[in-house]
């Protein structure tokens, strides 16, 4: 099944070098003076913005899949994100200028992603970019960011093992999701592990990671089964769990799968009280598409609930409700997305400037008190500290914590402060 993956992420990267061969050098929306200046020295039309500062805005863009098979989750992340700009701007948006937003659709496939992005930060001139889901969208536009040394604000939490200059991470390192969910198990007395996921770079790593935590940590796996995105048939994957001994399961399933796969583990008798799914990728919009019969009990890892109980986030939901319609739910994607533009507006206040650098320079330190709790950004791996929380899916369809962290949590994408994690650590491309 790895080898599968590798080879569809390959494929995708492959169509991004491809994507940035046509594309680069072209000066799409800048001067002839920045493109003589580019091509004196010799940057191939990567080194040199185009974002305009001189009128009363500044363009800022958007890449989400607002069409195939991603569309049902990315649509909620766009919206949190047009909620965010319409917030700033009403307050007088970002050193005193309006953001004007260039949506693109990344369409749910990585080479789209890379294609937009480049068209985002080339043509449309945009002075940051926030967007994509998938790890493959992520690795996709990774390199068009750093060719162009451009900023991408992703949201997603994600397997890690990565840091780019060019990106900063709202969502999730691994040390912030997978471990305190294993950490949980293991205190709930839980020692045999049964993983089953989809069959792409964040279920691989991130079972990677659950092997060596349990290695070290006094449990075992005992099953492993992954499946194509958009797979209906868990039959001979819920029997295999069935045998396997397994007191919990750890799902990384994302997308329809979650509904096959929680139809078929009711059907076939398994309940949560006695052999609990902790999932990675179930959000409270995901409930009612599984149905709440179907996960009713169970558990997830994130960073933040619809149900969490501060002043910031009862203001988020009562806001996003009145805006988008009182039966939308939020969740943790989405509000990692609306913090980011937050984040990138205090990292430019700080600085005083758009410019990518100065915008980098000023990020470390920065702090906003978001729905999910008070954030700061890592300036050295641009990743944030976040609490973690552990949920249950409750009879109201919303998800209500049963664990947190005791604060913050600093993040460590490459996992370096766990002795269990060093053949990971030895392992991963920098």
């Known amino acids: 099944m790895a080898f599968s993956s590798i080879r569809r992420l390959g494929a995708a990267l492959a169509a991004t070098a491809a994507v940035i061969a046509t594309t680069a050098g072209c000066g799409w929306g800048r001067t002839v003076a920045e493109k003589e200046a580019m091509d004196a020295a010799g940057s191939g039309g990567s080194a040199v913005s185009c974002v305009d500062t001189s009128g009363s805005s500044i363009k800022i863009g958007f890449v989400n899949s607002l069409s195939g098979t991603m569309a049902i989750s990315e649509k909620t992340v766009s919206d949190s994100l047009h909620m965010a700009v319409d917030e700033i701007n009403a307050k007088g948006g970002v050193l005193g200028k309006q953001l004007e937003v260039v949506q693109q659709d990344g369409k749910s496939e990585p080479a789209v992603f890379a294609e937009k992005a480049k068209t985002l930060i ?3 001139c945009v002075a940051a970019v926030f967007g994509g889901w998938t790890s493959a969208s992520r690795k996709a536009m990774k390199p068009v960011f750093e060719a162009d040394n451009a900023l991408l604000f992703y949201p997603l939490q994600y397997e890690g093992m990565e840091a780019s200059p060019n990106i900063f991470y709202s969502g999730a390192a691994p040390n912030q999701q997978i471990v305190p969910a294993l950490d949980y198990l293991k205190e709930q007395g839980h020692k045999k592990l049964f993983l089953v996921g989809s069959d792409y770079v964040f279920p691989q790593t991130a079972n990677r990671i659950v092997k060596a935590y349990a290695a070290g940590n006094g449990m075992e796996v005992v099953g492993e089964e992954y499946t194509p995105m958009g797979s209906t048939d868990f039959n001979t994957i819920v029997n295999k769990l069935k045998a396997s001994g397994a007191d919990a399961v ?14 078929e583990y009711k059907a076939s008798g398994l309940e949560a009280k006695t052999l609990p799914v902790i999932s990675m990728s179930i959000a409270e919009e995901e409930v009612a598409s599984i149905g709440l019969d179907n996960v009713l009990g169970q558990l997830t890892a994130w960073n933040y609930y619809q149900t969490l109980d501060s002043a910031e986030n009862q203001t988020f939901v009562k806001d996003f409700k009145a805006k988008y319609g009182a039966n939308r739910p939020t969740s943790d994607p989405m509000e990692s997305a609306y913090t980011s ?23 470390d330190g920065i702090t906003f008190d978001a729905p999910e709790g008070t954030v700061t950004v890592d300036g050295e791996n641009h990743h944030i500290a976040k609490t973690s929380y552990i949920g249950e899916i409750g009879s109201d369809s919303l998800i209500h914590t049963v664990w947190k962290s005791d604060g913050p949590i600093d993040p460590d994408p490459y996992l370096k402060t766990y002795d269990w994690a060093s053949s990971l650590q030895s392992s991963s491309a920098q």
Do not use: I, Q, R
């Not at 533009?341 to 000023?362: G, H, N, P, T």
């Open 122 to 124: 080339e043509k449309n």
């Open 250 to 263: 750890v799902n990384t399933l994302n997308g329809d799968s979650n509904v096959a796969f929680f139809k």
């Open 341 to 363: 533009v937050y984040l990138w507006k205090a990292m430019v206040e700080k600085a005083k400037s758009f410019a990518v650098d100065d915008v980098k320079k000023a990020a």
